[in-house]
């Protein structure tokens, strides 16, 4: 049989059977495992047998998602976690030293802000921002302690596109380590290793999950990386839960037809959006008036669910909008079957100076919509009515 595809590989990769050929994936909720004898479990311990010895270091359900999500991604390995801020603390914490420097795009998830500018200068982890139209400069941000690049795209909230292969040719002359959180695309969209990423991280919770059941991150790349991120994160605990890993592992066999319909209800959605009065802009990455629609097209398969847009009439305008939603959820979260609307200038972004705001790209009527998997046309009239 040639390669699978992805949505055979979603399918199809699965732990070996039980006694009891079960088809489906069972659940194995063990915190630990038996040995054959003494020699068993000195050769387990020594690391010369590769099996499992405690739910904090493997567990099959566990391996099955990471396995799962190593493939999509085209990764040599990977671990994963129980949320997606623990796979970004963990596998950042696992590889930096005291004294070293990350340059990161300046539109990153609240807490990997908070992460850089809060909690890492504890450990005197310095940092440097890149705006995301600003991309040239980013080289003359390289230091000597230089050791990470770290970026999202697209990004949270504005939906910018960074440029993946304008990225992984800078790593790469510089010798640094490409971290991108890939958690937006989902690895059906977008697979940033082709463009030298080393290192890949999910915050599972969102796409991934699809339904806003379970928490859940992963990171996957490197095989050298994962080893290092694998042994800090055996030793420090934030293993994701078998019960979550088996939700997730479920979850990723419908992955590619979810994304194919969000997708598509995202795109028409933002076409609506774009020709209606009471909207002043519109920012889907396959729309072509996107500003880095070429670069979207050059390393998204599809637009994704994400749409950000500018309502006329600032704050109150936005904060009326999101009071006037009748079907859509008024949720911070991302990624579900059902539609979420979010207006981060009076909500996750109203502790930061407009200035600062502005620098991510959050305008005061800026609207973030999760185009969910209810049908188009009741998500049209929702958002028609509540404009208007
Ligand atoms: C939600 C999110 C995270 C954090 O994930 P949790 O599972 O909530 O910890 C990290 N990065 C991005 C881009 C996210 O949207």
Request: negative net charge.
């Amino acid at each position: 049989m040639s390669t699978p595809h992805f949505e055979t590989e979603a399918i199809r990769t699965q732990i070996e059977r039980s006694q009891f050929l079960e088809h489906s994936s069972p659940l194995y909720l063990t915190s630990s495992y038996i040995f054959e004898d003494a020699e068993d479990m000195r050769a387990s311990f020594s690391e010369e047998k590769e099996r499992n010895i405690y739910s904090r270091f493997s567990n099959p359900n566990t391996s099955e998602f990471v396995e799962k999500i190593a493939k999509m991604e085209g990764a040599e390995a990977g671990f994963a976690f129980a949320t997606g801020m623990s796979a970004v603390f963990s596998s950042l914490a696992a590889l930096l030293n005291a004294g070293d420097h990350i340059i990161s795009a300046r539109s990153v998830f609240g807490s990997t802000h908070s992460l850089f500018t809060k909690f890492f200068p504890k450990w005197n982890i310095s940092h440097s921002y890149f705006k995301v139209n600003e991309v040239d400069s980013i080289e003359s941000l390289i230091k000597p302690e230089t050791k990470i690049i770290f970026a999202e795209t697209p990004t949270n909230p504005g939906v910018d596109i960074i440029d993946l292969e304008l990225l992984g040719k800078i790593a790469k002359k510089h010798n640094l380590i490409l971290v991108i959180d890939n958690c937006f695309a989902t690895p059906y969209i977008q697979n940033p290793i082709k463009y030298g990423a080393d290192l890949v991280i999910h915050s599972a919770t969102k796409m991934i999950d699809g339904q806003g059941r379970v928490l859940g991150g992963v990171t996957v790349g490197n095989a050298d990386l994962i080893r290092e991120i694998y042994l800090f994160s055996r030793n420090t605990g934030p293993a994701l839960s078998p019960f979550n890993a088996w939700v997730l592992s479920k979850s990723l066999e419908t992955l590619a037809v979810r994304l194919e319909k969000h997708s598509e209800n995202a795109l028409k959605l933002a076409e609506f959006l774009e020709s209606h009065p009471n909207v002043q802009h519109v920012k889907y990455p396959f729309l072509k008036s996107h500003p880095q629609y070429e670069i979207a097209k050059k390393q998204m398969r599809l637009g994704g669910n994400i749409i950000s847009f500018e309502i006329k009439g600032g704050i109150d305008a936005g904060r009326k909008f999101v009071n006037s939603v009748k079907m859509c959820s008024r949720s911070a979260n991302l990624g579900d079957t059902r539609s979420i609307v979010t207006h981060p200038a009076s909500t996750t972004h109203s502790k930061l100076s407009e200035e600062d705001r502005l620098e991510v790209g959050i305008t005061d009527g800026l609207i973030r919509t999760s185009v969910g998997l209810e049908h188009i046309d009741d998500i049209i009239e929702d958002i028609k009515q509540a404009l208007s």
